[in-house]
C-alpha cells in the first residue's frame, strides 16, 4: 500500500506530497524528516519517483524553513514543530505510526498531513467575523508571489516548447531566454543535439516533463466531472447535464490544488500553446498570464457557493467517480 506524506508549512506558503515505501516509513519519524525532507539530493527523489517534479523547488524552499546547520551539520530550528494530522509528532516512533487509512477513487493508502509549524512567527490571526470557509480561496492552495509564480510556470513552457520539437539555435544569442537557459542547464535538464545544433531535453528533463503532463491528467480525472454541475432543490448534485455551472475551481481550492498551476498545465495538455509562434515573448510576461487566469479570477470563490454545499457537491462527484472505477 501507498504511504503519501503532504508537507506544508502553517502559512500555506509552500507544499510537497511524498509517495513512500512501508519500508522507509518503519524508519523513526525524525530520521524521515533529515534524511528524505532534509536531502541534499531532492533530484534523486524525483527520480525515484517519491516527488513530483513540479515540486522540488517547494522542497527547497521548506528546508531552510526546517533546519539550519553548524560545524556538526544539519539540524532542526529549535522554534519549529511538527504536527501529524494534527498531533504532535513523535521523533522516535516510526513514522507509520501518524498515518491513517485514506481512499482515492475507490483505492485505499495510508495518508498523513504533516504541518512545520514555526513557534516564533505564528500566522496571523483570522479576523471575527468572517464567515466559515470566507478565507479558503485564498489560504487552501499554497501561495508564491507573482512573480515566483511566473518564473515556475515559464519554466514549465520552456520545457514543454523543446519536448513538443521548437528548435532553439545554441549557436545564437537568445537574451529572452538566457534565464531560463541558465536554469534548465544547471539542473541537467536540456543539452545540446550536436545534429541540429539546438537543445533537446535530457532524460531528466524528459522525465521532467513527463511528470506535468501526468499532474494534468490528474487533474482531469479528478475534477472535470466539476465542469457542469446541477444542484437540484433536494440538494442532489447532477453532472455533465449541460444546465449546471462550472464549479471545477473552487473544487481545486477546496481539495487544495493551486487553480493557477491547474490552468496552466491544463492549457499544455491541450496543446493550446504549441502553436504559438512567439511564445519566446510572451512566456514571462505578466499580461500574458494574467489573460490565461482570467476565468480562474472570474470563478465562483468557496464562501459564494457556501463551504457545506461544496463539500456535498464533492463528495457526491467523488462517490461518482468510485462507481465508474469500480464498474471498469
Avoid at 444542484?231 to 473544487?251: E, K, Q, Y
Avoid at 512567439?278 to 500574458?288: A, D, L, M
Amino acid at each position: 500500500m501507498d504511504y503519501m506524506l503532504r508537507v506544508s508549512d502553517d502559512r500555506s506558503r509552500h507544499l510537497i506530497v511524498l509517495t513512500l515505501d512501508e519500508s522507509v516509513v518503519r524508519q523513526p519519524s525524525a530520521d524521515i524528516i533529515f534524511d528524505v525532507i532534509g536531502t541534499s539530493a531532492p533530484e534523486e527523489l524525483v527520480a525515484a519517483g517519491q516527488l513530483p517534479a513540479g515540486q522540488m523547488e517547494d522542497l527547497k524552499a521548506l528546508q531552510p524553513v526546517i533546519f539550519d546547520r553548524d560545524s556538526e551539520g544539519q539540524f532542526i530550528r529549535e522554534n519549529i514543530d511538527f504536527r501529524a494530522n494534527g498531533k504532535q509528532l513523535d521523533p522516535d516512533g516510526p513514522m507509520s505510526r501518524a498515518f491513517t487509512v485514506s481512499e482515492r477513487e475507490g483505492m485505499k493508502y495510508m495518508r498523513c498531513d504533516l504541518l512545520v509549524i514555526d513557534k516564533d512567527n505564528p500566522p496571523a490571526a483570522k479576523q471575527s467575523g468572517q464567515e466559515p470557509g470566507a478565507d479558503l480561496r485564498s489560504a487552501a492552495p499554497p501561495e508564491k508571489s507573482t512573480e515566483d509564480q511566473i518564473e515556475d510556470l515559464s519554466r514549465v513552457m520552456f520545457l514543454h516548447q523543446i519536448a513538443i520539437g521548437a528548435l532553439i539555435d545554441v549557436t545564437k544569442d537568445h537574451p529572452e531566454l538566457e534565464e531560463v537557459i541558465d536554469y534548465a542547464e544547471r539542473e541537467g535538464l536540456i543539452e545540446i543535439d550536436v545534429q541540429k545544433a539546438a537543445y533537446k531535453l535530457t532524460d531528466k528533463g524528459k522525465r521532467m516533463h513527463d511528470s506535468f503532463i501526468a499532474e494534468a491528467q490528474d487533474v482531469i480525472k479528478r475534477f472535470d466531472i466539476y465542469g457542469d454541475v446541477d444542484v437540484d432543490d433536494s440538494g442532489v448534485a447532477h453532472f455533465d447535464t449541460g444546465l449546471g455551472r462550472d464549479l471545477r475551481i473552487p473544487a481545486f481550492e477546496m481539495e487544495g490544488v493551486d487553480p493557477f498551476r491547474a490552468r496552466f498545465l491544463l492549457g499544455l495538455n491541450d496543446g493550446e500553446w504549441d502553436q504559438l509562434a512567439n511564445w519566446t515573448e510572451v512566456f514571462r510576461q505578466e499580461s500574458w498570464y494574467r489573460q490565461i487566469f482570467a476565468p480562474v479570477e472570474r470563478a465562483p470563490s468557496i464562501a459564494e457557493i457556501g463551504l457545506e454545499k461544496l463539500s456535498r457537491i464533492i463528495g457526491q462527484g467523488k462517490a461518482l467517480l468510485r462507481e465508474e472505477w469500480q464498474s471498469r
